[in-house]
């Protein structure tokens, strides 16, 4: 099985979609990224029926508006800092723990690990903001010692289940 690249505009991807017609088949990197569209996986000689556009930006396909989700959790993925080693941070651990407690009791935090490569901790904060996460998180006294920092990933439901159940989101 094959993934099939075809060279088509737009409207005659539309026009493929809904008729027999069957676009020309190019390799991918022949293909200008406005051009481009994923029209299936091939079996043997047959063709695929549908067209489906593929992003000029990042080579993904497209998603469909309906794809969007609310972001109901952010994903804090946290590293230590050159001033973060382990005998700078070993006396400020108990009150980064004491104040961490104090926002999972607050609701703010809802999980909240250690990474087993000792490089940091990851928090699953229950905030719909990474403005308001990185604002929190670097009260925190390791925040405020500038012994770690954070990368923010805005979390949502999983939307393309709703295709799986046949319902519009």
């Known amino acids: 099985m094959a993934i099939i690249i075809a060279t088509m505009s737009p409207i005659a991807s539309l026009a493929h979609a809904d008729s027999d017609a069957k676009p020309e088949v190019s ?7 406005a051009n481009r569209y994923i029209i299936g996986a091939r079996k043997g ?21 309906s794809f969007s989700v609310p972001t109901t959790k952010i994903l804090a993925i946290g590293h230590w800092t050159a001033k973060g080693t382990p005998d700078a941070r070993a ?17 703010k935090v809802d999980q909240w690990y250690f990474k087993t ?14 403005e308001e996460a990185h604002a929190l ?6 925040g405020q010692a500038g012994m770690m920092e954070f990368q923010f990933v805005p979390l949502g ?7 799986l159940l046949n319902e519009k989101g």
Not at 54 to 65: C, E, Q, V, W
Not at 137 to 142: A, E, H, R, V
């Open 157 to 163: 439901p999983i939307k393309p289940l709703a295709l």
């Open 117 to 130: 490569d000792e490089s940091g901790v990851v928090l699953v904060m229950n905030l719909i903001a990474p």
């Open 45 to 65: 000689n047959e063709m695929p029926d549908k067209a489906i556009p593929i992003s000029a930006s990042d080579g993904h396909p497209l998603r469909p508006a």
């Open 137 to 142: 998180l670097k009260q925190l006294p390791l």
């Open 27 to 33: 390799a991918a990197s022949a293909v200008p990224a």
């Open 91 to 107: 006396p400020i651990l108990t009150t980064e723990m004491r104040e961490t407690a104090r926002l999972y009791l607050a609701g």
